[in-house]
């Protein structure tokens, strides 16, 4: 009996409604330990070579991880996979809440969809048993009245819905999956992926909970977790949310303004954590079983954007997006548009990030109100932000163009738009600036899904937390404006162990190499308590090594070279204003990163994983030409 999972992935054709379960054995779940390696794997086995991502041959594979559903701080994790409809490559997001958890007590540790139904459904998991049903009622509907139906329809108030949105079923190319209408797997595209096989949900529910090796010490090391959580470096993001960061950022001219032009924005107070704690917040939100209750949950009652609790409230990517990318400073605005995202299933990354490119390029005479619906897209517009909002989920006028993202639409617009683009591989960038922290825009570069914030440790990290570094071998600090060889193997080397998070599932929050609640030795405690497997951190950064080969295999399938591992030209140009005033990045010293990086990662000199390299991490079933 196995400890941690159940031993069983659902598989889903939707062509024909048949439902198949698959019982690998043991020495895979050790091998790839769940969520991304798991969802790269089945797309890698079976996703033909250049397929059309919003087509019935994509493979999109929900995934969970060893430790899911224990009782544990950070575990309630889940992973989508899927080739991209934003890059073509490979897509890859994560969400939290208590849908992970839920579906692994369903009694399935991944679901991979297969195909596209002749009409709408939506997959209905609980206790073992599944089923898909009719879901044409729910077409067209908002997330909250979607999971209002369902849990009705269900007669089960405690049901967990993952779903695609009104984005998703108009083919926004950046939609979100999301849940408690809250958690968004929102990076990739993947809600559009999901639509485009009409699959409108997955519904959870069951009491099939995995067993456990060491119950009492799991129960130890959680109490340890909630214990020292007040002591530990996340205790403001508990209180503040996310966005308690953005004091910090802006301080050290890494807050990202007008589209990257600056690291410093005068409104800046206006959507900090605090203030928001002291004006709209009404309460926090947990993941289940977690200690920490980061989500925020804010409420308007004034003005004519009521913003309802049941939709969550911004984090700090959200309110740096929509905020001072846009050079707005209006934070009730802020919390509807991240109200409008969770309703249509929006990434609110990509989203706010392309209209704020888009300000850029009117505020530049590139484009004019004939363009735009006649909307004045000045930056500090909130009203034109939030209509440009509405207008992308439903794909009407304007926002049919923005639904592309700012890349491919800058692609069609031309007139030196594609200048004013700040995005890799098609994915607009988050908002930590890797002008001031260096290794960040290597990873942005080389990382398989386009730039991410959570693939790497950024690198103030390395100088305050030598004892947590020197547990993953890192024990050289380097300033945080240098890249040299040392700076570039604590990249590759965190990328590792970020990259074993997103498989094992665990929140990026709670475990990690530096400010986490855990450290990376308890991570790997945890999971031998979980399963019982004798597991040691070099295992665990294999783990990570494996899953970050299969996501750069697949790209190497779809004709990615070293060519599409750049930054965007803003990257170069200096920031005007603050602390960081002339501050820009060379090409030549990513350039030169990049081949130090390719040869530590045993990459070829376009970055291509050699067959060496694959066969020492047992992926040499991998065929490039598949």
Known sequence: MPYGYHGKILHVYLDDQRLEVEEPPEAFYRTYMGGSAFGAYY??????????????????????????????????????????????????????????????????????????????????????????????????????????????????????????????????????????????????????????????AVVVRGKKRPAIADKKGLNEHARWGAKNFPESDIWGMGLYGTAEVVDSQNEGGGLPTRNWASGTFEGWQALDGKTMANTILTGRETCYACTVRCKRVVEVTDGEHPVEPRYGGPEYETVSTFGSYCGVDDLKAVAYANQLCNMYGLDTISCGATIAWAMDCFERGLLTTADTDGLELRFGNAEAMLALVEKIARREGFGDLLAEGSARAAQKIGRGTEELVVAVKNQELPAHMPQVKRSLGLIYAVNPFGADHQSSEHDPSYNWYPERMAEIGLTDPQPNDVLNEEKIRFALTTQYLYSALDSVNMCQFVFGPSWHLYSTNQLVEAIRLVTGWEVDVEELLRVGERRLNLLRAFNAREGFTRADDKLPRKMFQPLKGGPTDGVALTEEEIETAKDMYYRMAGWDENGVPTRGKLAELGLEWIEFNH
């Open 43 to 200: 797309l890698l086995r079976h996703t033909p070579k250049n397929a059309d991502p919003l087509g019935p041959e994509n493979t999109l594979t929900l995934a969970l991880g060893v430790l899911t559903g224990a009782p544990i701080s950070g575990q309630s994790r889940l992973t989508a996979v899927a080739k991209s409809p934003s890059s073509g490559g490979i897509g890859d997001s994560q969400s939290g809440g208590f849908f992970p958890a839920e579906m692994k007590f369903a009694g399935f540790d991944a679901a991979v969809i297969h195909g596209r139904a002749e009409r709408p459904l939506y997959l209905w998991l609980h206790d073992g048993q599944a089923e898909l049903r009719p879901a044409e009622h729910l077409w067209g509907k908002t997330t909250g009245v979607v999971e209002d139906i369902l849990k009705n329809e269900l007669g089960d108030e405690k049901v967990q819905v993952l779903q695609t949105g009104i984005a998703g079923e108009n083919g926004v190319r950046y939609a979100a999956m999301i849940s408690m209408a809250t958690r968004a797997n929102g990076r990739t595209g993947m809600g559009a992926v999901m639509a485009s096989k009409n699959l409108k």
